[in-house]
Every structure is written in structure tokens, then in C-alpha cells.
């Protein structure tokens, strides 16, 4: 294990599937710590799976003492990443550590956020939090049995248009995995533990997080405006029934392209209308929930509007790890990352891939570097989510089959 910087931006990661809770908690400290005294930890954020979820209190604790953090988040979840691999359903712990000089971080829950994105209350939250124009991101945790993740993330988006100077801010995060019913997901905020709601920390400062969502999908068709619609539901497509666009440009489509319609078809909403051209990223997918044979009118799992721009997208395994590794490729030209943050769906993983790990190889492989100094790929850490969230544009959403990606540099200088 490299040596622990004195100065500078530095991420530790750890991983372990030990069968006792606490002993894996223990060994995850021991790793990320290595010959380093405790005290260095800024920020530590844990991923807790398996049977050992329902431990995440006692974990939270020898965590918490074991490092002596500055601030501690964590979430229960259905599999845990750690580096290169992707545990799924299966007990384990992965821990992620940084030590950020000249960052500031300030935690909340979702009991401390305006109930909804009011500029006066957004002001408020953000003189409260001591949010300022250095702010670079939030990383966000939610219990899906007792949040409206989506309308909490509205508020989240919003509180940059609050703070002078600042034009978006990133939310990346996921709803937690590990429960079926209510009042079984963790959230751990240091060493306290919730059963329902959402914590987060708000990162400011000398840090550059650059993040990155992998829908998975690519667009057949042509891009569509929607000239008729109540509230989920598309009466009109460019004047015309939509459920005869669907069926025209299905019966178009290469005997391949129809096999995946198996899978569902989505619809992809674009998110910044001013763009003269939409490709790779400018769309917010959704799934398509159903149609009217009468009124050939379509839902989609989203509000829509009269004026927006849509396009029918599939997806498949193929699609999923061509997209990720495009926008891996633009992530790899802004240089080595200290570390990352990965959240991708229970719904991927050996689920949608025919190997193993796949999501967490792609980051490693494509941000290592061999001409730096170590070598090495950057330290990894997430989980699998039952909603992951990340930014498309300026603003930040629940997503379904996605894997969103932080990763965290230092803040270049500006000339």
C-alpha cells in the first residue's frame, strides 16, 4: 500500500467478506489504515451487504472508533464494491476513506431540507450549511420505504440557484437495497443509525468531483416532440397517435434491435432543449409502462410536457458496457482520479452481464495509467442500489439499470 500523503488529496479503500460483522469491520480499518496513525480520515463512507446488514450498527461503531473520521455516511445495500470486485448478495463490507485538505464538509438529513425547492427556504438551507460558491457536490443515501427520493432530489438540485455564484451541483448517491419491507435499511451518520429517511454530506472546497451516468441505453428512431400530453401520459408524438410511431419504427428495425424489445422498450427525455443536436447523455431514460390500443396514447414512468423533445431507446448488455466505457473514455482524458465512488443498479451486475464484476473493471481499467508515478488504478468503493443517483445536465436524478460514477481530484488552479 502506497504511503499516506501529508499533503494533498488521498483515497483509501478497503474490502472484506469475513462471516463475522464486527471481524470484518476490523479488517476493512486494519487495511485502510495500514502503518498510518488513525486521525487522518476527513471522510469515510461504508457499504454494509448480506446478513452482516443487520449489524450495521456495532459496524458503524469499530468503524467510526477504529478510524477517528471527521464524518461517517453509510448505507445498507443488496452487494457492496470494492475495487476491482462487485459482491453481490453475499455478506461483506467495503469501506472508502479520504483525507481532504482544504475541503469542507457539512452533513444533513433529510429532516434538515426544505420540504420543497423554495428560493427563500434554499437560502436558508444554504446559510444554515455555510454553503458557498466552493460548493462541488453532495453525496446523498436514502431509505426507499419512507422518501420521496425524487422530490428530495428536486430540492437538492435546487440549492445551488440559492447560492450566488454557483451553477449546478452534482448529487450523486442511491437508495438503499438491503430490505424488502420497511424499517430494515440502514443509514449511519457517524456512529447514529436510521431506519428511514436520508443522510448526505455536502463536499466544498479544494476538490474537483467529476461524475459521469451510464444509462445503458442507445436511441432508435428519431428525436420526437411532444405535442400532446397529461401528466405521464404522450397523447401525441410530432401530431401523430404514438403507439403507431412505436409500431412503424419497430416493423423498421433489424431482426436483432426487435429481439431486444423483450427487454422493454424506454423513452429517453431530453434534458436541454437549447442543444442543437442530442446524442450520448442529453437524455433522462424512462421506461415505457404501457399504451391504449384505442387511443394509440403511451405512459411513460415520467412527467411530461407539451414542447419536450423525446426518443425511443433500447437496452441491452452490449449497449450497457459499450456506454459506460464511452464516457469512461471522456473521464479518462481529465488525467488520474484519487479515487471513485461507484452506485450501480441490483439490476446489473451478474444480472445483466455474463461475467463477473464488470462495471467495477471498467472504471479500473480504463482510468489507470501506466505512465504515472504509481501505476495504479484508482481506489474504488459503492454499492448496488435500488435507485442510483446521479446528474444529467445541471441536475440531479433517481435513475433505474444505471451506473453513476464520482470521481474525485484535486482542483486544478484557474488562470
Known amino acids: 500500500m502506497a504511503p499516506l500523503a501529508s499533503t494533498g488529496l488521498t483515497i483509501r479503500t478497503a474490502l472484506s467478506t469475513h462471516v463475522d460483522a464486527v471481524m470484518a469491520a476490523e479488517a476493512v480499518c486494519e487495511e485502510v489504515l495500514g502503518a498510518a496513525e488513525t486521525g487522518w480520515v476527513d471522510l469515510a463512507i461504508l457499504f454494509i451487504s448480506g446478513d452482516h446488514a443487520r449489524h450495521a450498527a456495532s459496524i458503524a461503531r469499530v468503524v467510526h472508533g477504529a478510524l477517528g473520521a471527521g464524518t461517517l455516511i453509510g448505507v445498507t445495500a443488496d452487494g457492496v464494491i470494492g475495487d476491482d470486485q462487485e459482491i453481490e448478495e453475499h455478506a461483506a463490507v467495503s469501506l472508502w476513506c479520504?483525507?481532504?485538505?482544504?475541503?469542507?464538509?457539512?452533513?444533513?438529513?433529510?429532516?434538515?431540507?426544505?420540504?420543497?425547492?423554495?428560493?427563500?427556504?434554499?437560502?436558508?438551507?444554504?446559510?444554515?450549511?455555510?454553503?458557498?460558491?466552493?460548493?462541488?457536490?453532495?453525496?446523498?443515501?436514502?431509505?426507499p420505504f419512507s422518501v420521496?427520493?425524487?422530490?428530495?432530489?428536486?430540492?437538492?438540485?435546487?440549492?445551488?440557484?440559492a447560492i450566488e455564484g454557483l451553477k449546478g451541483c452534482p448529487v450523486l448517491g442511491g437508495i438503499a437495497s438491503a430490505a424488502r419491507v420497511p424499517g430494515q435499511n440502514a443509514l449511519i451518520l457517524n456512529e447514529s443509525i436510521q431506519r428511514t429517511g436520508g443522510v448526505?454530506?455536502?463536499?466544498?472546497?479544494?476538490?474537483?468531483?467529476?461524475?459521469?451516468?451510464?444509462?445503458?441505453?442507445?436511441?432508435?428512431?428519431?428525436?420526437?416532440?411532444?405535442?400532446?400530453?397529461?401528466?405521464?401520459?404522450?397523447?401525441?408524438?410530432?401530431?401523430?397517435?404514438?403507439?403507431?410511431?412505436v409500431r412503424e419504427m419497430v416493423d423498421g428495425l433489424p431482426e436483432h434491435d426487435r429481439d431486444l424489445l423483450t427487454g422493454g422498450l424506454h423513452v429517453g427525455r431530453v434534458i436541454n432543449e437549447y442543444k442543437s443536436r442530442f446524442g450520448r447523455g442529453d437524455f433522462l431514460i424512462r421506461g415505457l409502462m404501457?399504451?391504449?390500443?384505442?387511443?394509440?396514447?403511451?405512459a411513460v414512468a415520467d412527467g411530461l410536457r407539451v414542447g419536450q423533445t423525446v426518443q425511443f431507446h433500447l437496452r441491452d448488455a452490449e449497449t450497457a458496457s459499450e456506454d459506460i466505457e464511452l464516457l469512461l473514455m471522456a473521464q479518462r482524458l481529465r488525467g488520474p482520479a484519487a479515487g471513485g465512488l461507484l452506485i450501480t443498479c441490483q439490476g446489473r451486475g451478474r444480472k445483466l452481464f455474463d461475467r463477473p464484476d464488470h462495471d467495477a473493471q471498467c472504471v479500473r481499467d480504463a482510468l489507470t495509467f501506466a505512465d504515472t508515478e504509481s501505476g495504479?488504478?484508482?481506489?474504488?468503493?459503492?454499492?448496488?442500489?435500488?435507485?442510483?443517483i446521479g446528474p444529467i445536465g445541471e441536475r440531479s436524478f433517481v435513475h433505474g439499470h444505471t451506473a453513476c460514477l464520482a470521481l474525485f481530484r484535486p482542483l486544478r488552479p484557474t488562470i
Open 98 to 143: 479520504a483525507a481532504l485538505p482544504g475541503v469542507k464538509l457539512r452533513t444533513f438529513t433529510t429532516s434538515d431540507l426544505p420540504t420543497a425547492p423554495k428560493k427563500e427556504d434554499l437560502k436558508d438551507f444554504a446559510h444554515d450549511m455555510e454553503l458557498g460558491s466552493d460548493l462541488r457536490g453532495m453525496i446523498f443515501f436514502a431509505d
Open 200 to 245: 448526505g454530506v455536502a463536499i466544498s472546497g479544494n476538490i474537483a468531483i467529476d461524475t459521469l451516468v451510464s444509462q445503458g441505453c442507445r436511441p432508435i428512431g428519431e428525436p420526437l416532440l411532444v405535442t400532446k400530453a397529461k401528466r405521464n401520459i404522450i397523447i401525441e408524438l410530432a401530431g401523430q397517435r404514438p403507439l403507431d410511431i
Open 148 to 161: 420521496p427520493v425524487a422530490s428530495v432530489l428536486e430540492v437538492l438540485s435546487a440549492v445551488p440557484d
Open 376 to 388: 495504479a488504478p484508482p481506489p474504488l468503493a459503492g454499492f448496488f442500489a435500488a435507485g442510483e
Open 290 to 298: 404501457g399504451y391504449d390500443p384505442k387511443s394509440g396514447a403511451i
